[in-house]
């Protein structure tokens, strides 16, 4: 009878972990599709806008493009970097480079010093993950430097804070197989934060599930960092002589949140993937779309955000919405995968 009943709280204790897991994955949310603004524009042949920055000086939007459905198949990608001058009616155009190895950028992060422009890119090529530096001058991305270390298992967004120094999610502790599944569906704390302080890279901060987007504080005071499969954003108060962290508040999300863009008002632009395990399927398959998400995250005090959803869509406008960029009354999404940016007029308040 004590076998039987083990059994039976075996059982049970399986049921509630895949019942808890879908629905932590939005399996059983409903999408009511409702967007406050109109999209204008829709700009395609950009594959995997997964990432995109703004110059707010000059209005340039840079994008990182992965074409990762051909990268699956073992087929060429012709993946690079591109930009759209957004108070000018040209088209989007893709940047040179001197580059002289593989490209395939995920997370990007423009920062201006002085009067130099860089564009710091995390690279995965088949020699290994990278951050690489560029310079940019007269629409080329002119190679500075490559960052590697073998802590940097998994990179998958930067934000440079200074001209040498940066922030690098790592989304998994393992690279591939079973225990990297594991951490998704079993949503294990094993991903992490490093800092690069010019010469060598140390773990900011650990224990994350599935740490994704990372960006500051317009007055750089302040780290945010989320947290797809734990659906949070983190807030830290940063040293900005050391690169030290602090946690001061962590504000649940119920969402896979995904890329952190923080417009000049010092809101903060999220997009993210309601139902995780559509994302899941689209990423596999180009005809299974995944519903879309734009959330926008007003600072109050240390109270955390006062959060507005500026977007949801089934997938049909956009399937697996990552990153959300606001410049003056527009708003510019992107995807993992399609070939789509959204341009969208936002509605006056």
Not at 142 to 163: G, I, K, T, Y
Request: charged share 20%; proline share 4%; hydrophobic share 35%.
């Amino acid at each position: 009878m004590k076998k039987m009943w083990a059994v039976y709280v075996v059982v049970a204790a399986v049921i509630y972990f895949i019942g808890n897991t879908l629905f932590v994955a939005g399996a059983f949310k409903s999408i009511q599709p409702h967007q406050e603004g109109i999209t204008e524009k829709i700009y395609t042949g950009i594959y995997g806008a997964e990432d995109m920055d703004l110059d707010e000086a000059t209005g340039k939007l840079y994008i990182s493009s992965a074409n990762r459905w051909n990268t699956q198949q073992g087929l060429p990608a012709d993946d690079g970097i591109w930009v759209i001058d957004l108070d000018s009616t040209q088209s989007p155009r893709r940047l040179a480079t001197n580059y002289p190895g593989e490209f395939h950028p995920h997370g990007i992060s423009f920062l201006r010093t002085d009067s130099t422009a860089k564009l710091w890119v995390v690279n995965h090529n088949p020699a290994g993950n990278f951050v690489e530096v560029f310079i940019i001058k007269n629409d080329s991305l002119l190679h500075q430097r490559s960052l590697e270390d073998a802590s940097m298992c998994c990179p998958n967004d930067v934000v440079a804070v200074s001209a040498n120094q940066c922030y690098v999610t790592n989304d998994h502790g393992t690279q591939k197989g079973f225990k990297r599944t594991l951490e998704d569906y079993g949503r294990l704390p094993f991903s992490s934060l490093l800092y690069f302080d010019g010469k060598s890279f140390t773990t900011a901060y650990g224990g994350l599930r599935y740490g994704n987007g990372v960006n500051i504080s317009n007055d750089g005071k302040q780290l945010y960092l989320a947290e797809t499969t734990g659906r949070k954003v983190l807030t830290f108060d940063r040293d900005a002589t050391t690169g030290a962290l602090k946690l001061t508040n962590t504000f649940q999300l119920d969402t896979g949140v995904d890329n952190i863009d923080v417009d000049a008002n010092g809101h903060l632009w999220i997009a993210a993937h309601p139902k995780l395990l559509a994302f899941v399927g689209h990423a596999k398959d180009s005809t299974k779309k995944s519903p879309s998400q734009v959330l926008r995250l007003t600072p109050i005090d240390t109270e955390g955000f006062q959060v507005t959803e500026l977007m949801i869509d089934d997938g049909r406008q956009l399937s697996g919405s990552s990153i959300a960029v606001r410049y003056k009354d527009e708003l510019f999404v992107g995807g993992v995968f399609e070939p789509k940016i959204l341009r969208i007029r936002l509605k006056q308040p």
